[in-house]
């Protein structure tokens, strides 16, 4: 599973809409702060201070997090509307108390660094095909700590990552808030600065083709069409289901007992023998572990083509996403990639059908703000294809489809 932001906005340039210049100016206890970082969250859109501390930037409308960041100094962020904005930004950074003169933080190379790694890299950029394309050309910054009782990894980055996604043709700093694994699910969060990467002619038409492939059907697809009621004109499908038990399989408790018995069990038995109908407690107990591959819930339909006001409403110009279960979300233009349903442990992988995720809430409700983001992207969870695909296929918010390729 995999937990990520979403955002909106209709199929429409950017440049027919209307921009607004910020101007702002960054101090600190010293007076004005030269080359300080600028930046929008999520977006491509970012400058550096000059002498006088000053910055300017044209931003579409909408809402957005403005951070502001310098190495030794807290980090700076507020959320704001191009709606409301009038005056000039003023902007002071503190030194961080935290930060160590002089010393040079190391991660701890223990045993299992490798694969938490491999964990990490798994979780979140995915296993599409443009996770293979994706670097972290500082790993060293990462720190992992790895609860085996819980079987919960967590990680922090000590600087922001520095990645390099070479199918879309973004560099990335990537500053990590927050992140943890557990065995359902993956929860993280963090600012983002995108830039485009430099490329000629060649990789300029394959990273605009691959972008438009990663957006379509994506998260920031999915609800720019809920915002603009065109879902169906989309290529979108959503149904509503529920979770619930899966009666094929037994419980945690019932396998914890199985797995003791048959540990402690003395008597002579074939394990290897096929058991249809059990016919001694042996018997049951094998049987018992071996359903234990089985999936612990199965999905029950029970509402076809969600309509729109089961599943959002308005408060202002807000959107709410407000609805009960999970959400089916069924894109149709698409096919999965082939290697969605391929694991080592099946022998016959599932026929490729259109790509299908599953939204739940974390919380009562989520509000999506007019820039077409979630204002807390930790409300929602999602899983399915949107979980396989992960960070490698993110885009940034002023991301538009191309007019033409």
């Known amino acids: 599973m995999n937990l990520s932001r979403f955002l909106f906005i209709f199929f429409i340039s950017l440049h027919g809409y209307a921009q607004t210049e910020i101007d702002g100016k960054v101090i600190t206890a010293a007076g004005p702060l030269q080359n300080a970082t600028v930046y929008l969250n999520n977006t491509t859109i970012g400058s550096i201070t000059d002498k006088a501390g000053n910055f300017r930037l044209r931003v579409p409308e909408g809402t957005y997090e403005l951070i502001v960041s310098y190495v030794g100094f807290t980090t700076h ?13 003023v902007i002071e950074l503190t030194e961080d108390s935290n930060v160590l003169d002089e010393v040079v933080l190391k991660p701890r190379y223990d045993s299992l660094r ?28 990462l720190q992992f700590d790895y609860d085996a009782r819980t079987n919960v990894l967590k990680a922090e980055a000590t600087a922001p990552l520095k990645i390099i996604n070479e199918s879309l043709g973004y560099e990335i ?22 830039k485009e990467a430099q490329g000629g002619k060649a990789k300029q038409k394959k990273w605009i083709k691959q972008r438009k492939k990663a957006y379509l059907g994506s998260q920031h697809h999915f609800v720019k069409s809920l915002r603009a009621h065109r879902l169906k004109e989309d290529g979108f499908i959503v149904h509503q289901f529920n979770r619930i038990p899966n009666p094929q399989r037994p419980t945690d408790a019932q396998l914890n007992y199985a797995r003791k018995y048959i540990k402690n069990y003395k008597g002579n038995y074939d394990f290897s023998k096929n058991i249809k109908v059990p016919k001694t407690k042996i018997d049951s107990m094998i049987l018992a ?68 995720s599953a939204v739940t809430l974390l919380t009562e409700q989520a509000t999506l703000d007019p820039s077409g983001d979630i204002i807390n992207p930790l409300d929602i ?18 991301y538009t489809l191309p007019e033409k390729e």
């Open 381 to 398: 969870l999602v899983d399915g294809y949107w979980g396989f695909t992960g960070f490698a296929q993110a885009l940034p918010l002023d």
């Open 173 to 194: 700093e990537y500053d990590l808030i927050t992140y943890t694994l557990t065995t359902n699910a993956l929860a993280y969060l963090g600012r983002t600065k995108f």
């Open 114 to 141: 490798k694969y938490h790694l491999m964990a990490f890299h798994e979780s979140f950029f995915g296993r599409a095909a443009t996770a293979k394309s994706c670097r972290i050309l500082n790993e060293n910054v």
């Open 77 to 89: 962020q507020e959320t704001f509307s191009t709606n409301s904005y009038i005056e000039p930004f």
């Open 289 to 356: 572990v071996r359903k234990s591959s089985l999936p612990k819930t199965i999905d029950q339909l029970y509402k076809k083509n969600v309509p729109y006001k089961d599943m959002m409403y308005s408060v202002g110009n807000d959107s709410i996403l407000k609805f009960d279960n999970f959400l089916s979300v069924i894109y149709t233009k698409a096919l999965e990639e082939p290697n969605y349903h391929q694991s080592p442990f099946q022998r016959k992988r599932k026929k490729r059908g259109p790509q299908t």
